[in-house]
Nanobody
Framework: QVPLVESGGGLVQAGGSLRLSCAAS????????MGWFRQAPGKQRELVAA???????DYADSVKGRFTISRDGPKNTVYLQMNNVKPEDTAVYHC???????????????WGQGTQVTVSS
């Protein structure tokens, strides 16, 4: 098990910024991918951004140029810096962990509990 502890959600105005954090305690998997998915009401959960243990990143087209994912290796913590947020970014954001590469919805090994992000117009 790799418990994921998230923090940083909340209410922000459109155009503002927010940073999410996710700590993977007890991680012993050297090769891994961590990322963020989000799920808005009535919509499917979608991948927002992912980062591998060797630093490769991937972003959804809808957030490219606005969101940045990074990680602190020794602390097994991943961050999602959200800039110029839009009302359509409103969703529950879930941290995800995969033992290996290729993080997609069907390959997630562990989930965080989710944190609400609400963007007001």
């Amino acid at each position: 098990q790799v418990p994921l502890v998230e923090s940083g959600g909340g209410l922000v105005q459109a155009g503002g910024s927010l940073r999410l954090s996710c700590a993977a305690s007890g991680n012993r998997f050297t090769i891994n991918t961590m990322g963020w998915f989000r799920q808005a009401p009535g919509k499917q959960r979608e991948l927002v951004a992912a980062i591998t243990s060797d630093g490769n990143t991937d972003y959804a087209d809808s957030v490219k140029g606005r969101f940045t994912i990074s990680r602190d290796g020794p602390k097994n913590t991943v961050y999602l810096q959200m800039n110029n947020v839009k009302p359509e970014d409103t969703a529950v954001y879930h941290c995800a962990f995969r033992r290996g590469f290729n993080l997609v919805l069907s390959t997630v090994d562990y989930w965080g509990q989710g944190t609400q992000v609400t963007v007001s117009s």
